[in-house]
């Protein structure tokens, strides 16, 4: 059960899709803020594509709005810590919604994106395609299909199916260099195992990295509901 007290931002993530790659860690911990340390499982790195859809977002207290409250959202993202502190930087979040890519800039520090995304369904098959479309940015493109294969499963702790996902807090930068961190709420992720048939990736080569050429350890999850709190600054 949730029950961060100081959460500001609700929202529900559907049809989500973990696929993960192992990478090396020095070309990832350069992209980083100087004051974190690039997370490993075992001494191995992670990235990932998550591709999703956002729905009931709202901030406390306020009404969900047409355009803000649900809509597509992808990003490409690693692991982190500061002092002791797990969580998720993200490399880029590109998303359909004009409104809320601002807002997240402004109030998160994170790193969105304008984005022309359409996820269409057949039965229990997703197909997902993204095209950055921002002028901060060159060109980022997906196009995938993928569907849940599995009864829903929880990780336990301890294995990298636990360390990837269950995850309940954020870094980011802000245009000035300051680190910030947001803690975030949800229950454990309903996990099932995921096939996917991949046509288009081409989602790291504008930060200058390449993903292996060895298939990605997918997780499908169909929802979670999420509380997020305000960003801190770190000293």
């Known amino acids: 059960m949730m029950g961060m007290k100081g959460w500001v931002l609700g929202m529900s993530w559907e049809q ?20 974190l340390e690039l997370d490993t499982f075992d001494g191995q790195a992670w990235l990932a594509v998550v ?11 306020l009404p969900r709005l047409p355009g803000v409250s649900r809509f597509l959202e992808l990003n490409v993202r690693t692991y982190v810590k500061h002092k002791g502190v797990s969580g998720v ?32 369904q057949s039965g229990s098959l997703i197909h ?34 636990y360390w990837l996902t269950e995850r309940y807090g954020l870094f980011a930068q802000t245009p000035g260099g ?24 081409n989602m790291t080569a504008w930060m200058g990295l390449e993903l292996p050429r060895v298939p990605p350890l997918l997780h499908y999850a169909d929802v979670v509901h999420v509380h997020g709190g305000p960003p801190t600054w770190i000293r």
Request: glycine residues 2%; charged residues 20%.
């Open 16 to 35: 989500l899709l973990f696929a993960h790659w192992p990478v090396s860690a020095a070309p990832l911990q350069v992209l980083l803020h100087p004051d």
């Open 51 to 61: 591709p999703f859809r956002m729905a009931n977002v709202a901030p406390r207290f």
């Open 89 to 120: 930087w993200f490399f880029s979040l590109d998303a359909t919604s004009w409104l809320s890519v601002r807002g997240a800039r402004m109030a998160y520090s994170l790193p969105y994106f304008d984005a022309k995304i359409s996820a269409t």
């Open 128 to 161: 997902y395609q993204s095209e950055r479309k921002d002028w901060r940015s060159d060109p980022a493109t997906l196009d995938i299909s993928y569907q849940p294969t599995g009864p829903v499963r929880r990780s336990v702790p301890g294995t990298l199916d």
């Open 178 to 201: 300051r680190l910030v961190y947001s803690a975030i709420e949800h229950d454990p992720w309903p996990l099932q195992p995921a096939r996917a048939e991949i046509k288009d990736l």
